[in-house]
């Protein structure tokens, strides 16, 4: 007879394995969510670009700022509105904020970043500062006797 050792967590492991399936179950459309959308950072030659994936949201709810080289995109995504004549199944795709800060890898000059939106993805341009070359300082080699 194999023996099972004894975990006294085992009850609240499973609590938290089922958690998220209970959560699910309730619905709260008072609430709205905050997501953290995706996005990608590359350089590319003299600039940094950020693309960041914000499918139906309107453009003219984004905020983009680049304060301290963090930046931050914020926006709202608009719910549509359920309509009585279809009759629906599952109702999943909800509005709520979009909210994304970062630390920037380099330094960059943030006032004059620039951003574009197109097929629900934000492209944010923002030029890299000039490194400044620092030169190596000789230092004397002194022969001592």
Not at 86 to 108: D, H, Q, S, T, W
Request: aromatic share 8%.
């Amino acid at each position: 007879m194999a023996l099972i050792p004894y975990n006294p967590f085992r009850d609240i492991e499973k609590f938290f394995e089922d958690w998220a399936e209970r959560f699910e179950a309730f619905s709260f459309p008072e609430i709205s969510l905050i997501e953290e959308p995706k996005m990608d950072i590359y350089e590319k030659g003299e600039k940094l670009i950020a693309e960041i994936a914000m499918p139906g949201v309107d453009p003219k709810s984004i905020d983009v700022s680049v304060e301290d080289n963090v930046l931050r995109v914020e926006a709202k995504k608009e719910e549509k509105v359920e309509e009585k004549k279809k009759n629906y199944y599952r109702k999943e795709i909800k509005g709520g904020y979009l909210k994304r800060m970062i630390a920037l890898p380099v330094e960059v000059l943030g006032e004059k970043a620039q951003a574009t939106y197109q097929n629900g993805v934000l492209k944010i341009e923002i030029p890299k500062k000039e490194e400044k070359k620092k030169k190596a300082k000789k230092v004397p080699v002194k022969v001592l006797k």
